[in-house]
Nanobody
Framework: QVQLVESGGGLVQAGGSLRLSCVAA????????MGWFRQAPGKEREFVAA????????DYADSVEGRFTISRNNAKNTVYLQMNSLKPEDTAVYYC?????????????????WGQGTQVTVSS
């Protein structure tokens, strides 16, 4: 019944921007920690960003810090990932994830629920 649906991916040129959205259903959204992960072909799924409940603390992977911004709108049950200054190495499938209590925010196993992913391709 829990559904996380990502959107906003696409093909962009290096230096461009994209805004990903993830709409959640079937859960009490404001009570969940939300995260973004990405996976390139042949690579392990890696942490991108996370945002907490309450005070909305954020954390970012070193590779995206300063370029990406995670945010959430609890009234819309939506978490966003604003991606600026995109690089070809950002090319991956981006996944939205949710969990009520995240201990290790950057670990995939910390999250119980996942979306289907949205493709982001950055050309040079």
């Amino acid at each position: 019944q829990v559904q996380l649906v990502e959107s906003g991916g696409g093909l962009v040129q290096a230096g461009g921007s994209l805004r990903l959205s993830c709409v959640a259903a079937g859960l009490s959204f404001s009570n969940y920690v939300m995260g973004w992960f990405r996976q390139a072909p042949g690579k392990e799924r890696e942490f991108v960003a996370a945002i907490s409940r309450g005070r909305l603390n954020t954390d970012y992977a070193d590779s995206v810090e300063g370029r990406f911004t995670i945010s959430r709108n609890n009234a819309k049950n939506t978490v966003y990932l604003q991606m600026n200054s995109l690089k070809p190495e950002d090319t991956a499938v981006y996944y939205c994830a949710a969990d009520r209590s995240v201990v290790v925010y950057f670990a995939t196993q910390s999250y119980d629920y996942w979306g289907q992913g949205t493709q982001v391709t950055v050309s040079s």
